[in-house]
């Protein structure tokens, strides 16, 4: 089992920024991808970002050169910096780690973080 603990959201005015975090524990685990969706009210749930074992990256149009995805593997951590915000970023930001746990590919989820920009 993956443990992800989230942090780092809150209250915003339009073109701020944010960093979120994502810490993930449990051992018998070998993650290979960690990312961010998000979801607004009425709205499905979407990819954010997404960042896999060797650094390669995927991004929602919608937020390519505003939002950057890292990840620290020596903490098993994930980040999101969040630059140039807008009102419509607003969702609650979820972590997900891909993970083979006891043989098999498993997604993980956090609680959610809410983000709100807003003047």
């Known amino acids: 089992q993956v443990h992800l603990v989230e942090s780092g959201g809150g209250l915003v005015q339009p073109g701020g920024s944010l960093r979120l975090s994502c810490a993930a524990s449990g051992s018998g685990n070998n993650i290979y991808a960690m990312g961010w969706f998000r979801q607004a009210p009425g709205k499905q749930r979407e990819l954010v970002a997404l960042?896999?074992?060797?650094?390669?990256?995927n991004y929602a149009d919608s937020v390519k050169g505003r939002f950057t995805i890292s990840r620290d593997n020596t903490k098993n951590t994930v980040y999101l910096l969040m630059d140039s915000l807008k009102p419509d970023d607003t969702a609650v930001y979820y972590c997900i780690t891909g993970a083979i746990t006891e043989g098999s590919a498993r997604d993980y989820w956090g609680q959610g973080t809410q983000v709100t920009v807003s003047s």
């Open positions: 960042i896999r074992n060797g650094n390669s990256t």
